[in-house]
């Protein structure tokens, strides 16, 4: 256990490889439970998440969720997270547990002219993680409704194992699976009841190394106040088209004149491990790892990494591990994901 | 856990003394705190090693750990299964998961190594 942003934490159960590779080959679950959850309801909450939000809520339909950003006037990351649309003007924000509180503080500041009602409903909440290839069909008969149909994004009011939850089809691992809303108090019984489905504990460690290979963003290392989205690869959610919110004029500058580094992918070349702050050395200039790990699934080291955008995908570099050059290949992210392929199976 | 025919330092590393020569590894209480090992880096044979100065270091999935030399002599061998098998530095420490071994230059310094029972002491404080 280690203790994160005041949560006791499990990094590991039986061993980061065999719970990275049962989430890879069968089915693992996290308790995710330290996430901080927003909720945010009222007739004009799709407006005022428009303003503190850089993707496009106008979009999202009921049911459904998206990924988005929550920027600052220059453009910086404050957080990342999960916007799930429960109703009509119901929304439910999963914020990360470090700047949960950050967070809440920053959204109820930027209501301005708008009325949402607002509410810190993270002690309403624990959230489960149930994430692999058969997920599905492992936690489907403990189920109050047919898995197969909820598709992926989508989030559904039901049950498992009789207790009211809420069910998203989302994850953090590049995998298929579903995301679990329940009260505290029943958390445990669902959890027991998960892993007597033959679902193997997951911890930490091996959330880290599956979003990695996934090749998806930490805040705190891919994302910060000092990280702008379309460096990090990100403009994807930065819906500049929906008309003014938080960032936007900083972006559009950032957009118009580029970015001046990107975030890539790479792979080593040579048996070590990259890890976050190693520098690394490309033919346009230094560059430095955000995030890096060995990775269980390609058995090599791999890691995100900041490089001048005059690089491309394919370029040699070298990372510096503990004053050794080692060999490395940009390459495209994700590293590693079953989710284009459980994609092209549910069509 | 921590056999009594080895010596052991603070850093974590267990020495099997065979006169001028010693095999070295890390403990079971080590590859445990690092989780798996995924590889071993490892001076060369014929190189230097001074004590208490880092001379390789062990990579799990999760961190990265010094091995500091815990005598001063010469790399005589180093275990080559490693670098195809680094697990079995946790499957099996004392033994096929040995890293190198070293020719002492002095062998006074194996006065400063621990002994099983001191070693497990230091082990248990480090637990609670």
């Known amino acids: 256990m280690v203790e994160f942003a005041g949560w006791d934490m499990p990094v590991q159960y039986a061993g980061l490889i065999a719970e990275h590779k049962a989430v890879r080959e069968s089915a693992g679950v996290f308790d995710v439970s330290h996430m901080g959850e927003i909720a945010i309801s009222g007739t004009d909450a799709a407006t005022y998440l428009n303003h503190v939000l850089t993707n496009d809520v106008a979009r999202l339909r009921k049911g459904r969720s998206h990924y988005t950003l929550i920027c600052n006037e220059a453009g910086g990351v404050l957080d990342d997270a999960m916007l799930y649309r429960l109703d009509e003007t119901a929304y439910l924000l999963v914020v990360n547990a470090g700047n949960a509180e950050a967070g809440w503080d920053w959204l109820r500041a930027q209501t301005g002219e708008f009325s949402p009602t607002l509410a810190n409903v993270s002690e309403r909440y624990s959230l489960l993680a149930v994430q692999g290839p058969r997920a599905e069909e492992l936690l489907d008969p403990a189920t109050g409704l047919d898995l197969a149909k909820l598709r992926r994004t989508r989030i559904r009011p039901t049950t498992v194992f009789g207790h009211e939850v809420l069910i998203g089809r989302t994850g953090y691992t590049g995998e298929d699976g579903v995301e679990i809303f329940a009260a505290p108090e029943d958390t445990g019984s669902i959890w027991e009841g998960i892993l007597a489905l033959d679902i193997a504990p997951a911890g930490l460690g091996a959330r880290n190394t599956l979003r990695l290979e996934a090749g998806m963003a930490l805040h705190g290392h891919e994302l910060g106040l000092d990280i702008n989205p379309i460096e990090a690869g990100l403009t994807r959610v930065v819906a500049m088209e929906k008309g003014p919110f938080i960032g936007r004029d900083s972006l559009a500058k950032v957009l118009e004149a580029g970015p001046t580094r990107r975030l890539r992918g790479l792979t080593l070349t040579e048996r070590a491990v990259p890890r976050d702050g190693h520098p690394v050395t490309t033919t346009h200039g230094p560059g430095v790892i955000t995030s890096g790990t060995f990775s269980p699934t390609l058995e090599a080291g791999i890691a995100m990494s900041f490089v001048p955008p005059e690089c491309e995908i394919g370029d040699a570099v070298t990372v ?14 994700p590293f590693f994901s079953n989710v284009t392929r459980w994609r092209a199976k549910s069509k | 856990m921590y056999p009594d025919e080895l010596s052991y330092t603070r850093e974590h590393e267990w020495i099997r003394v065979d ?17 798996d090992v995924v590889y071993v880096e490892l001076p060369a044979v014929g190189a230097a090693v ?24 010469e790399v005589t061998a180093l275990n080559d299964e490693l670098d195809a098998a680094p697990e079995l530095v946790n499957k099996d420490p004392y033994g096929a998961g040995w890293m190198v071994k070293i020719r002492l230059n002095d062998t006074d310094e194996l006065a400063a190594l621990m002994d099983a029972a001191a070693y497990e002491g230091l082990v248990n404080e480090l637990r609670s």
């Open chain 2, 19 to 35: 006169g001028e020569e010693c095999t070295i590894g890390i403990t079971a209480y080590a590859q445990d705190e690092l989780g």
């Open chain 2, 50 to 73: 001074t004590r208490n100065d880092p001379f390789g270091a062990v990579e799990s999935v999760k961190a990265v750990s010094d091995l500091f030399a815990p005598l001063t002599g």
């Open chain 1, 320 to 333: 510096n591990i503990r004053d050794r050059d080692r060999g490395a290949t940009l390459v495209d992210t």
